[in-house]
C-alpha cells in the first residue's frame, strides 16, 4: 500500500496558476496510476485529471482539458498538477488518489489509497 500526499494549495486569483503535487515516502508509488480529483462544497467529489504508471497515458475531465496539466516524475516519487487559467469554479478540496491498475478510471472505486486533500481557492 501507499500513503499519498498533497501539497501546493492556496488561494489565488482568476486567471492565474497554482501547482499541487502529490507524493509518498513508498518507492512502489511509481507503479500505481495516480488521479486528482476533487469535491467543491455541497456538491460529489469529480474526476480531475490522471496518469497510468506503465505508459505514462493521461486522461483529464472535459471542464479542465488545456488547462491543467500532469506529470509524473519517479525519481521524485511525486506526481504534479500544473493548474492554469483557472476560474473561480476550480475552487474545491483536491485529492491525490492511487490505483493500481494501468488505466486512469474517472471512478472513485478504482483508487485504493487517498491522501487527505489541500485546499484551492480562486477568487474572482
Known amino acids: 500500500q501507499v500513503h499519498p500526499v498533497e501539497s501546493g494549495g492556496g488561494l489565488v486569483q482568476a486567471g492565474g496558476s497554482l501547482e499541487l503535487s502529490c507524493t509518498a515516502s513508498e518507492r512502489t508509488f511509481s507503479t500505481y496510476t495516480v488521479g486528482w480529483f476533487r469535491q467543491a462544497p455541497g456538491k460529489a467529489r469529480e474526476f480531475v485529471i490522471g496518469?497510468?504508471?506503465?505508459?505514462?497515458?493521461?486522461r483529464s475531465a472535459d471542464s479542465v482539458e488545456g488547462r491543467f496539466i500532469i506529470s509524473r516524475d519517479n525519481a521524485k516519487n511525486t506526481v504534479d498538477l500544473q493548474m492554469n487559467s483557472l476560474l473561480p469554479e476550480d475552487t474545491a478540496v483536491y485529492f491525490c488518489a492511487a490505483g493500481r491498475r494501468n488505466n486512469v478510471f474517472t471512478s472513485e472505486e478504482w483508487y485504493d489509497f487517498w491522501g487527505q486533500g489541500t485546499q484551492v481557492t480562486v477568487s474572482s
Open positions: 496518469i497510468s504508471w506503465i505508459d505514462g497515458r493521461r
